[in-house]
Nanobody, 115 residues
């Protein structure tokens, strides 16, 4: 399984970006997929994930601003980010988790929110 993120970049505060995670290899609609981020000097943290039956979970810091979705037919996951803030600046990673001991990560996409 290989995960490739795209869509990062520089955006002004209040702006929007959409990240994509393209998945190659065998993955199931029941596989939990998520977005994590690691800001400067911070630990990696969960941003949002999407589970079987489309159940989603969000970090409190992004609720109401970010939306995670996936297209199982095309093996793509998205993260729509609106009203971006400087504190959203981070490297964003795509994750596919088959079990607690079997997961895959993308290489990361850098998002910088700055005026």
């Amino acid at each position: 399984v290989e995960l490739v993120e795209s869509g990062g970049g520089l955006v002004q505060p209040g702006g929007s970006l959409t990240l994509s995670c393209a998945v190659s290899g065998r993955i199931y609609s029941s596989t939990t997929m998520g977005w994590y981020r690691q800001g400067p000097g911070k630990q990696r943290e969960l941003v949002a994930d999407i589970r079987s039956f489309g159940r989603t979970r969000y970090a409190d810091a992004v609720k109401g601003r970010f939306t995670v979705s996936r297209n199982n037919a095309e093996n793509v996951m998205y993260l729509q980010m609106n009203n971006l803030k400087p504190e959203d600046t981070a490297v964003y990673y795509c994750n596919a988790r088959f079990s607690d001991t079997n997961e895959y990560w993308g290489q990361g996409a850098r998002v910088t929110v700055s005026s």
